[in-house]
C-alpha cells in the first residue's frame, strides 16, 4: 500500500504584482525520500521553498500530512548578524531545553566542538551543521534545505551529503533540496524536479538526465562532468 | 539634599532607560534605526492632533506612532529602497507635525520641550504613567522573547517552526510605538532613537550573548540618565541631550576598547 506523501501540492502559483513567479505547480513529498529541485537561476526554487514552510502567499492547494513535522535550513543566515548568539543558545531557541540532548546533536553533526562559538564567527560549512543540527533538534519527518551546499568547497561538499546520508540512514527523514550541485544530485537523489516556473520534468534521476526538457536548460554534458556552473537564464522550450 | 525634583527626574529616566534596554538591542539587531526616527517623529503630530481634540497628549501619541509604525510595517512594499521609505515617512511626519502644531486651533505647545525633553518637570502622575505603560512593555517582550530573537536571526527560519511573523511584527511596533509615548518627556522625540540604540550599540561589543547585552544596555542606559542629569544640574546644560552626551561617550569608550580577537 502506497504510504501518505508527506506533502502534496497541487496547482501552486506564486505571482508577485503581474509576474508570475510559480506557475501551476503539481508535486509530492513521499516520506523517507530523498527530493531536490533543480533549476536555473529565477527558476522560482526559493519562492517554492517559502511558500512550502509558508512565507508567501499562493494560490491552488498545499496540503500538509497530519501532524507533519518540519526542519528548515535557510540558505544562510543574514550576513553579519549584529546579535551576540553562542551557538549553544542558537540551539535552545529551536525550543530544545536539555542541554544534553542539544550537545549531542551537535556532536552528531560534526559541530561538537562549536558550541561555545559565538554564531557570527561560523565558516560556511559550520554555519550548514550548526543549522542542519538546530533543524533536526525537532525530530522532523521532512527536512527542507535551501543550497546547503552554498559556498563550501569540495570537500565541505562531499563531507555534509555524507552526513545527511548517514542521517537518512539512521532516522528515515525525508529531504526535499534545492541545490545547483548536478553531479551530487545525480548520485544522491532517490526523485528530481527540473524547475522554470512551471515543473519542467521530473522523475529518477536517470529518467531526468536524458528528458529532452532538462538537456535543453542545463546542456548536454549536464550530470557527466563531475562539477560545472550553470548560467542558462531561460527556458525556451514552449 | 537632593530636590525632589531631580529625583523624580532620575527615577523616570532609570524607568525608561530599562524599558528601552530590550527594545533598543532588538532595534539594532534589526537595523531599524530609521524606523525608530520615523515612529518618534510621528509622536509630534499626536501632541498636536490630541491636544487640539482636548485629550490627553499620550493618547495622541500612542495612536498617531502606533499608526506610523503600522502603515511601515505593512504597507511599504518595493518600488523605493527601504531607507528611501523611512526617509521619506520620518521628515514627512516630523514637517506635518510642526506644520500641524502651529495652525490646529486651540495648539499651545512648547516646542523646544517637546523636540529636546523637559525632565525636569515630570510629575508623579506621570512617572506612574512611564512605570505602567513600561512595565507591560517589558511583561509582552519577556512572553515573547523567544520568538522575536527567532524573528531577527531568520524569519524564514521562524516561519518553517510554526512561528507567527505577525504576531511578531505586531508585538514589536506597537511596543516602539508605546515606548516613544514614555520616553518623550526625557529625551524629547528628536533623540528618542538615540535613547534606544545608543546604550545598545555601547553594550555590543561587550556581550557574548542576547540576554547579556539586554542587560548591559540597561546598565549604560541608566549610568546615562544619572551622568546626563549630573550634567545638567553642575553645568546649566538642557537634560534630555546631556543624557545622550553621556551616552556617546560611553559608546566611544566602548567602541574604542581594545578587542581580544
Known amino acids: 500500500m502506497p504510504e501518505t506523501p508527506l506533502i502534496v501540492a497541487k496547482d501552486l502559483t506564486v505571482k508577485r504584482g503581474k509576474r508570475v513567479l510559480l506557475d501551476a505547480v503539481d508535486f509530492e513529498i513521499l516520506p523517507g525520500e530523498a527530493l531536490t529541485l533543480i533549476g536555473p537561476n529565477g527558476a522560482g526554487k526559493t519562492t517554492l521553498i517559502r511558500a512550502l514552510i509558508g512565507m508567501v502567499p499562493f494560490s491552488g492547494s498545499l496540503i500538509r500530512r497530519k501532524g507533519l513535522r518540519l526542519g528548515y535550513t535557510p540558505q544562510k543566515l543574514p550576513l553579519e548578524q549584529l546579535i551576540p548568539m553562542p551557538v549553544d543558545r542558537f540551539i535552545a531557541l529551536s525550543g530544545e531545553r536539555n542541554r544534553i540532548r542539544r550537545r549531542e546533536m551537535l556532536a552528531r553533526c560534526g559541530a561538537a566542538d562549536l558550541q561555545d562559538s559565538q554564531m557570527s564567527t561560523l565558516s560556511g560549512g559550520e554555519t550548514q551543521r550548526v543549522l542542519l543540527a538546530r533543524a533536526l533538534m525537532r525530530a522532523p519527518d521532512l527536512l527542507i534545505l535551501d543550497e546547503p551546499t552554498q559556498g563550501l568547497d569540495s570537500p565541505g561538499e562531499a563531507r555534509f551529503y555524507q552526513l545527511l546520508a548517514d542521517i537518512r540512514a539512521e532516522t528515515g527523514v525525508a529531504v526535499f533540496m534545492v541545490s545547483h550541485d548536478l553531479h551530487m544530485v545525480m548520485a544522491q537523489s532517490d526523485r528530481v524536479i527540473c524547475l522554470n516556473q512551471h515543473i519542467c520534468c521530473s522523475g529518477t534521476p536517470g529518467v531526468v538526465a536524458e528528458d529532452p526538457n532538462y538537456l535543453q536548460l542545463f546542456g548536454p554534458r549536464a550530470g557527466i562532468a563531475p562539477y560545472q556552473h550553470h548560467h542558462h537564464e531561460h527556458c525556451d522550450h514552449d | ?261
Open chain 2, 1 to 261: 539634599m537632593i530636590d525632589p525634583f531631580l529625583l523624580k527626574a532620575a527615577l523616570a529616566g532609570l524607568l525608561v532607560a530599562w524599558v528601552a534596554a530590550p527594545l533598543g538591542c532588538l532595534v539594532v539587531w534589526r537595523r531599524m534605526a530609521y524606523f525608530g526616527d520615523a515612529t518618534g517623529h510621528a509622536a509630534l503630530l499626536g501632541v498636536a492632533l490630541a491636544m487640539s481634540l482636548s485629550m490627553p497628549p499620550i493618547v495622541g501619541v500612542v495612536v498617531v506612532a502606533s499608526a506610523m509604525a503600522l502603515t511601515i510595517t505593512f504597507a511599504t512594499r518595493g518600488g523605493f529602497a527601504a531607507d528611501t521609505m523611512l526617509g521619506v515617512f520620518s521628515h514627512a511626519a516630523l514637517a506635518i507635525g510642526l506644520v500641524a502644531a502651529a495652525v490646529l486651533p486651540g495648539v499651545r505647545l512648547n516646542l523646544m520641550n517637546t523636540l529636546l525633553g523637559d525632565i525636569l518637570t515630570v510629575s508623579s502622575q506621570e512617572i506612574m504613567w512611564i512605570a505602567a505603560g513600561g512595565a507591560v512593555i517589558l511583561a509582552v517582550i519577556a512572553a515573547a522573547w523567544r520568538g522575536l530573537l527567532n524573528a531577527t536571526l531568520s524569519p524564514e527560519l521562524m516561519a518553517a517552526e510554526g512561528g507567527s511573523l505577525l504576531r511578531d511584527k505586531l508585538i514589536f511596533t506597537l511596543s516602539l510605538a508605546v515606548f516613544v509615548a514614555l520616553a518623550m518627556k526625557l529625551v524629547g522625540i528628536l533623540l528618542i532613537t538615540a535613547m534606544l540604540i545608543l546604550p545598545a550599540a555601547a553594550a555590543a561589543p561587550l556581550a557574548r550573548s542576547p540576554e547579556r547585552m539586554v542587560a548591559i544596555a540597561a546598565l549604560i542606559g541608566s549610568a546615562s540618565v544619572l551622568g546626563g542629569l549630573w550634567l545638567s544640574w553642575e553645568a546649566d546644560t538642557p537634560a534630555g541631550p546631556s543624557i545622550i552626551v553621556v551616552a556617546s561617550l560611553v559608546f566611544v569608550l566602548s567602541a574604542l576598547r581594545p578587542h581580544k580577537n
